[in-house]
């Protein structure tokens, strides 16, 4: 199965710094990098995602990058806001079914 | 359109109780998820479908834990005999399931056994 790493898992930021998460994956044939949000007490969300043919999608201040050479895809948060505190989960999937592997989490923290 | 639905939101029970756990998916989704989240933990994958047929059972964590879904819709979790470490929250997710898509989550039910 995949073997998925998120790092880091705790991140901490200044109101308006930028927010950078790394997402390591194992299975070379997956195709489809999403990443999630889930604030306190809610469910998971889709924020952004990216498939095998493309490099880079963004999305207003939130982007994700994708070297499937080197099998890592990363979320990239700037002008980090209060409402960006919650915890973030990549999943990548895609290579023989339709299942998701999603990693542990990492809790991001915006200080005002 | 209407979300992904689970019943029930809440449901504590005592331990060596059995509880049934339901999802409605988004209409037309063919694939269906369910996930255990501890709390302040992630996402732990327990089952899929993919309509009726259940082609990975792997992350079902006892023989106590069973999944079933009729008519490509409606998914029931069901856990026999409880014990204290299956509380957690459970939730569903849907997706279109024509490739690897956006699952669309359910808010989840908390089981507590007591």
């Known amino acids: 199965g995949e073997n998925v790493e998120q790092h880091p898992s705790t991140l901490s930021v200044q109101e308006g710094d930028s927010a950078v998460i790394k997402c390591t994956y194992s299975?070379?044939?997956?195709?489809?990098f999403p990443w999630y949000k889930q604030e306190l007490g809610k469910r998971p969300q889709l924020i952004i995602d990216i498939r095998s043919n493309v490099g880079e999608k963004k999305d207003q201040r939130i982007a994700v990058t994708l070297n499937k050479t080197a099998k890592h895809f990363s979320l990239h948060i700037t002008e980090t806001q209060p409402e960006d505190s919650a915890v973030y989960f990549c999943?990548?999937?895609?290579?023989?079914?339709?299942?998701?592997?999603f990693g542990a989490g990492t809790t991001v923290t915006v200080r005002a | 359109g209407a979300g992904v639905s689970q019943s029930p939101s809440n449901k504590v029970t005592e331990k060596g109780k059995d509880v049934e756990l339901r999802c409605d998916p988004i209409s037309g989704h063919t694939a269906l998820y369910w996930y255990r989240q501890s709390l302040g933990q992630g996402l732990e994958f327990l089952i899929y479908f993919q309509g009726n047929s259940a082609p990975d059972k792997s992350g079902l964590p006892s023989d106590r834990f069973s999944a079933e879904r009729t008519g490509g819709s409606v998914s029931t979790l069901t856990i026999q005999r409880t014990q204290q470490e299956d509380s957690a929250v459970y939730l569903c997710?849907?997706?279109?399931?024509?490739?690897?898509?956006?699952?669309?989550f359910g808010p989840g039910t908390r089981l507590t056994v007591l």
């Open positions: 299975d070379s044939a997956s195709n489809y």
């Open positions: 997710a849907s997706s279109p399931g024509l490739v690897a898509d956006t699952q669309y």
């Open positions: 999943a990548p999937g895609g290579s023989n079914d339709y299942k998701l592997s």
